[in-house]
C-alpha cells in the first residue's frame, strides 16, 4: 500500500539557517509527488511536485526537492530559511489510477527562532 | 478573486444534527475534492469527483454524502453528526486528477 512517512513531527531552525525537511515514500511504481505548506488557519499551497524528468525540483518560494529513487525519499531543502517560513509542512504521493488519490504524510511543523 | 471558495468557513453545531459545507471553485477545473483533517492535523481524502462523477470514495461512513451539482461545485452533506466529526473539512479541485489540487481555506467543524 502506499505511504507517506515525515520522520520529524517538529523541527525550530534560526532565522537564515538552513532547512532540510524529511519524507520517506512507499509506492510500486513511479511516484509522483508533492510538496504543500499550510501556514496557520489556511488552506494548503503547492510548493513543488515532482511527476518525472530532473529529480531536483524547484518550487516556490526558494525551496527544492530531490527525489531519490534507490532511498524511496522526496526532501525538502531551503538554503537559508526566513521567519515567515513557519507552518506545518506536507508531503505527499500520488496514488491510484493517474494519481487521482493524494496520500499525504503527517506534516512536520516548522518553528523559526528569531 | 478567490479561486476555491468554502462556505461556512466555522460551524459548530449539536451532535445529532445534519449539516451542509459548500465549495465552489472558479478555476474551470474538472476534478473536486474533500479531504478531512484532524486534531493531529492529519489530511486524509474522502471523496474525489471528476465532471460530476464519484471516482474516489474511501471508507468513510455513509452519513457523509457529497453531491456536485456542476463541476464547479462539490457540496458535503453530513446527517446525525457525531463528535467524532469534529475536525477541518478541506475542499480542493485540479484540472484532472494528478495535477496540482488547490485548496479552500478550510471549514471548522465542532460538533458538541
Known amino acids: 500500500a502506499q505511504s507517506v512517512t515525515q520522520p520529524d513531527i517538529h523541527i525550530t531552525v534560526s532565522e537564515g539557517a538552513s532547512l532540510e525537511l524529511r519524507c520517506n515514500y512507499s509506492?510500486?511504481?513511479?511516484?509522483?509527488l508533492f510538496w504543500y505548506v499550510q501556514s496557520p488557519g489556511q488552506g494548503l499551497q503547492l510548493l513543488l511536485k515532482y511527476f518525472s524528468g530532473d529529480t531536483l525540483v524547484q518550487g516556490i518560494k526558494g525551496f527544492e526537492a530531490e527525489f531519490k529513487r534507490s532511498q524511496s525519499s522526496f526532501n525538502l531543502r531551503k538554503p537559508s530559511v526566513h521567519w515567515s517560513d513557519a507552518a506545518e509542512y506536507f508531503c505527499?504521493?500520488?496514488?491510484?489510477?493517474?494519481?487521482?488519490?493524494?496520500?499525504f504524510g503527517s506534516g512536520t511543523r516548522l518553528s523559526i527562532r528569531p | 478573486d478567490t479561486a476555491v471558495s468554502q462556505t461556512p468557513k466555522y460551524l459548530v453545531t449539536q451532535m445529532g444534527n445534519d449539516k451542509s459545507i459548500k465549495c465552489e471553485q472558479n478555476?474551470?477545473?474538472?476534478?473536486m475534492y474533500w479531504y478531512k483533517q484532524d486534531s493531529k492535523k492529519f489530511l486524509k481524502i474522502m471523496f474525489s469527483?471528476?465532471?460530476?462523477?464519484?471516482?474516489i470514495n474511501e471508507t468513510v461512513p455513509n452519513r457523509f454524502s457529497p453531491k456536485s451539482p456542476d463541476k464547479a461545485h462539490l457540496n458535503l452533506h453530513i446527517n446525525s453528526l457525531e463528535l467524532g466529526d469534529s475536525a477541518v473539512y478541506f475542499c480542493a479541485s485540479s484540472q484532472v486528477a494528478r495535477e496540482t489540487q488547490y485548496f479552500g481555506p478550510g471549514t471548522r467543524l465542532l460538533v458538541l
Open positions: 469527483y471528476n465532471n460530476k462523477e464519484l471516482i
Open positions: 478555476l474551470g477545473h474538472d476534478t
Open positions: 505527499a504521493v500520488g496514488a491510484g489510477s493517474s494519481a487521482s488519490k493524494i496520500i
Open positions: 509506492y510500486g511504481a513511479t511516484p509522483y
